[in-house]
């Protein structure tokens, strides 16, 4: 089982930027994909972004495509999220998951709900953006 440790939360004015970091123990880099979701207050999870660790391929939901980026260091174990351009409508605890299939990460991202089993996660690092 992965042990995961997010930072890089905070509190932004609209448009500003921040950057999520996501550092895994026990997880094998290399098979199934890392990835983001996040939950705001009275709302469904909702997929953000992923990656699979063995290669290139990433995936992101629509209402972040343009101003997100993910990415990842595999010598340090570390998977990023590159926030730019923030809204309001960001605000949300944001968790990193680990070690889930990348077809159901793809189809989380692309708006399917979230299973119950869905991978690792860490315990999640709240972003706030003001108008």
């Known amino acids: 089982q992965a042990q995961l440790v997010e930072s890089g939360g905070g509190s932004v004015q609209a448009g500003g930027s921040l950057r999520l970091s996501c550092a895994a123990s026990?997880?094998?880099?290399?098979?199934?994909?890392m990835g983001w979701f996040r939950q705001a207050p009275g709302k469904e999870r909702e997929g953000v972004a992923a990656?699979?660790?063995?290669?290139?391929?990433?995936y992101y939901a629509d209402s972040v495509k343009g101003r997100f980026t993910i990415s990842q260091d595999n010598a340090k174990n570390t998977v990023y999220l590159q926030m730019n351009s923030l809204k309001p409508e960001d605000t949300a605890m944001y968790y990193c998951?680990?070690?889930?299939?990348?077809?159901?990460?793809?189809?989380?991202?692309?708006?399917?709900?979230?299973?119950?089993?869905?991978?690792?996660w860490g315990q999640g690092t709240q972003v706030t953006v003001s108008s």
């Open positions: 026990g997880h094998t880099f290399g098979s199934n994909c």
């Open positions: 998951a680990a070690d889930v299939p990348c077809a159901l990460f793809r189809a989380v991202v692309a708006g399917s709900n979230l299973p119950v089993e869905f991978g690792d």
């Open positions: 990656i699979y660790t063995g290669g290139f391929s990433t």
